[in-house]
């Protein structure tokens, strides 16, 4: 004998067949037609499963209408008001659609990637302006990908479920493997963020998920640990950003280029003094101060506008930037990776920032 269809399905079926119906449908049709009711040993049993089957979907807030037939009271069907549940029609504007093309483009996981863009096609058939995405054009977010790491994780956030994984520390360069209880994932800088306990400190911490090397493995079983409280993800944020003092670094952008960049800039007194050299650079592009804590951070993040941008100020991001472009323009004369003489990274890499590291941001 065929399996039983379990009830959610059952569920489905009924709505499908309840919605679909041109005017309404009988017990006898429901058990005839909607895959899920044959499987009634009697009727005494189908009339306690469908009766079940209705006042679970009228406590979803499904409306299930009992429809009595005009000449005969008791011939009874049913079916679904369709004008009471249905949504009503979506009229998008140019700006509403162009902001949501905007969040589109921020998943870049080839498994998000797929439900957004369709997701945003089918806004886009009902919506008045198809140009819209023109409003932000210029204004693209640049957000990597989490890689083989993102989904693992956001399981583990959502089942509170400790995890496993080998880290590579920016400013110290120490790899070593890493037991934490995740509490939230951001998307800050340009990439994505775990905040967590550390169990092996005993302390909050955070952790970018490009500086995640190989699998993240479950430990344990869900439910292990309560939420955080607000201090201790305030706490976590306080460390991610960073405990040095903040600065700012002055940057010469291309005109309608990087303007996520310049979005969060903040603007230069017209008699504030520019490094030498500057006037010359300054010519043919705008002048942005940009906040940041974390000098490699912020070179990063600037690698990716490619020749948009241009770093006055200060020296130490400005000559990390130059090295993450010289290992970019080395790595055509990397040796292939399954050669076995590939043991080697350019001179330009550094023991804090290896190259295989800090290309994923160039």
Known sequence: MPPAIPPAERLLNLVIALVNTPGRMTKEQVRSSVAGYQDAASTEAFERMFERDKDTLRELGIPVLTVTHAGHGDDVGYRIDTERWSLPPVELTAAELGVLALAAQLWQDQSLRADSSRALTKLRAVGHAPEAGDLVAGLAPRVRA????????VDAVQARQAVRFTYHAATTGEVRVRHVEPWKLLARRGGWVLL?????????????????????????????????????????????????????????????????????????????????????????????????????ELAEELVGYADAVVVLEPSDVRDEVVRLLRVAAELDRLPARDDPAATTTPSTASPTHPATTEVRGA
């Open 146 to 153: 989490g890689g083989d790491a993102f989904a693992p994780l």
């Open 196 to 296: 967590a306990r550390d169990r092996d400190r005993g302390a909050s911490r955070s952790f970018r998920l490009s500086r995640i090397r190989g699998a993240v493995r479950a430990v344990g079983e869900p439910g292990a640990f309560d939420p955080p409280t607000p201090e201790e993800l305030a706490e976590a944020s306080r460390v991610w950003a960073g405990d040095g003092p903040e600065r700012t670094a002055l940057v010469a952008v291309t005109p309608d280029r990087a303007g996520a960049l310049r979005a969060r800039g903040a603007p230069v007194p017209a008699d504030a003094p520019l490094p030498p050299g500057a006037d010359a650079v300054l010519a043919a592009r705008d002048l942005v101060a940009v906040p940041f804590r974390l000098a490699w």
